[in-house]
């Protein structure tokens, strides 16, 4: 009798130890303790300054994905045309959050998204121009950022009047570029810049950008991923499913849903 008491404890133990198992990400010993990520620190509620008490979400979304494997999240600031030169090298940092992937082609990434995108139009308060078909694009100037893509048409619109003689379209480069664009409009340098609408909002939810108002939209979205190294020396693909798995946790825990509220940021999916 004792012996089979003996038996099944044992047994229900090492089922126990099976489903633990089963139950828990498996991580491969040459896995990378840490990734570290870089993102524009003016890209608020996606990535925000690393030295402010929130990163932003997309960040937040990277570091509770990884944490899922044991891998830790580095996070730093720097401008994105930068950031996607120094993730290419893979030396410094090894990823960047949130990319459009027609941004960095050769890069590697997971197959879920970080973020959706919808950029808008916006000018002063007191302005009369909205933003309908690209045949009113010709009353304006305008300004937007350099290296973004936007879509087909404006990409190609943009690379036709981009920082001509005539102005008609301006490229800004560096650090805090929607505020700005923001100070270029209000000083009427420009008529209305292009940026992203979760952006806008966050920042005018906190109180700047003051006399603004949006005047239309690109009828498309854009998904934003985890752009990780094409560099050989770190394992990015291995690195892309550690992310989707981890991200499938966090949808299924409802940990995503509560990162996402900090932001007040609707899932995508």
């Not at 990780?228 to 798995?245: C, G, H, I, N, V």
Request: glycine fraction near 6%; aromatic fraction near 12%; include cysteine.
């Amino acid at each position: 009798m004792l012996h089979d008491i003996k038996n099944s404890q044992l047994k229900a133990v090492l089922l126990g130890l099976l489903l633990l198992a089963l139950l828990t990400p498996s991580v491969s010993a040459q896995s990378p303790k840490a990734i570290s990520i870089v993102a524009p620190k003016f890209w608020c509620p996606f990535a925000c300054d690393a030295n402010s008490p929130q990163h932003g979400f997309a960040i937040e979304i990277a570091r509770a994905a990884f944490l899922e494997f044991g891998i830790t999240v580095n996070y730093t600031n720097m401008p994105y045309d930068r950031a996607l030169l120094e993730v290419k090298k893979g030396v410094m940092v090894q990823a960047v959050v949130p990319t459009f992937k027609e941004e960095a082609p050769h890069f590697i990434y997971p197959n879920n998204a970080t973020s959706a995108t919808e950029y808008c139009f916006y000018v002063k308060e007191n302005s009369g121009w909205h933003f309908t078909d690209y045949s009113t694009l010709n009353k304006i100037r305008f300004a937007a950022t350099s290296g973004y893509i936007y879509s087909p048409k404006m990409d190609a619109y943009i690379a036709q009047h981009a920082n001509k003689t005539n102005g008609v379209v301006y490229l800004l480069k560096g650090e805090d570029v929607p505020t700005r664009m923001f100070k270029m409009i209000i000083k009427g340098r420009y008529d209305a810049f292009l940026e992203d609408t979760r952006l806008i909002d966050f920042l005018r939810s906190s109180g700047k950008l003051a006399g603004l108002k949006k005047a239309g939209c690109l009828d498309i979205i854009n998904y934003g991923y985890l752009a990780l190294t094409p560099s050989a020396t770190f394992p990015s693909r291995q690195m892309a499913k550690y992310f989707d798995e981890g991200l499938l946790i966090l949808r299924k825990s409802g940990k995503l849903k509560e990162i996402l509220d900090k932001y007040g940021v609707q899932d995508w999916q």
